[in-house]
C-alpha cells in the first residue's frame, strides 16, 4: 500500500542543524531522497487539511526551519504526491527546471518590509504643504454641510491626487534605498490606504545584516511618521514556488 506525501520543500542536500519537527496535522517531517533531490515530507493526513491560518503556519515553519540551514524551494500549501515513486519520478522529469530554480535563489533569504503612515501624518503634511487645500478645509469646516457638498466632494478629489503622489514618491525613495542590497524585489499588493510599500526582497545571507542595518536607519529617520513591518527571514514564496500536478504534468517553477 502506498503512502501519499505531503510536500513542504525541495533541496539538494538535507538541512542540518535543529529538527525539522512537526508538520501540517501535527505529523513529523522528513528530509527524504528522491529523484536526485532531497525533499521535505510526512505523511499525508487522511482528509485534506483546510487552508487555515493555523495548517499554513504549521507549513510555512517547517519551511522556516529547513531554510535557515539550506536553501530550499517551497511548495505551495496542499501538494500531495501519491506515493514516493511517484514523487522520485515527478523530480527526475523536472530535474532542469528545479536546478535553474534552486540557482536563482542560491545562497539567499528573502526579507520583506511593510511601510505605512501612521494614522493622520500624511493628511497633515499634505495640508500644510499645500495652503490652498488647507484654506479650503478650514473654510468648510465653518459651514453647513448641505451647502458644502461639492466643494467637500472637489476637496476630497484633490486631497486624493495629492495622496497618490505621496505614495508614488516615497515608495520610489524607500525603495532606491534598499533595492540595491537585494538580489531581486518582489512589489506586493498594498493591503490599505495607509501603506505606500510593500516589497519582498530576495537578499544573499552574507549581507542579510547590513540590510538589517539599512531598515534600521530607515526606522530612525522615519518612525515618526511611518510604520515599518519588517519581517524574515523567510522562504522565498514570492520569488520561487513549485506546484505540481502528480498525476501527469510536470512540476513548474514560477
Known sequence: MTTPLWLYGIGTAAPGGAPLGAGVAGVDVQAVEAGGF??????????????????????T???E???AAADMLPVRFGTVAPSSTALARCLA????????????????VELGLRASWREGVIYEEILAAEPALRALRDKLATRPMQETYQSRIELGRRVEIALGARR???????HARLAPLAVRVAELRD???????????????????????????????????LILRYVGPVPPFNFVSLRAEWFGAPAAAA
Open 93 to 108: 522529469a523536472n530535474a532542469p527546471s528545479l536546478r535553474n530554480a534552486m540557482s536563482s535563489i542560491s545562497d539567499c
Open 65 to 67: 526551519r529547513a531554510t
Open 38 to 59: 532531497v525533499a521535505l515530507v510526512s505523511p499525508a493526513p487522511g482528509e485534506r487539511p483546510a487552508p487555515t491560518r493555523r495548517h499554513m503556519m504549521a507549513h
Open 168 to 174: 508614488e514618491a516615497e515608495a520610489k525613495a524607500l
Open 191 to 225: 493591503v490599505d490606504d495607509a501603506m505606500l510599500l510593500n516589497r519582498a526582497f530576495l537578499v544573499q545571507r552574507r549581507e542579510e545584516q547590513r540590510f538589517d542595518a539599512a531598515v534600521a536607519a530607515l526606522e530612525a529617520e522615519q518612525g515618526a511618521r
Open 61 to 63: 515553519a517547517v519551511l
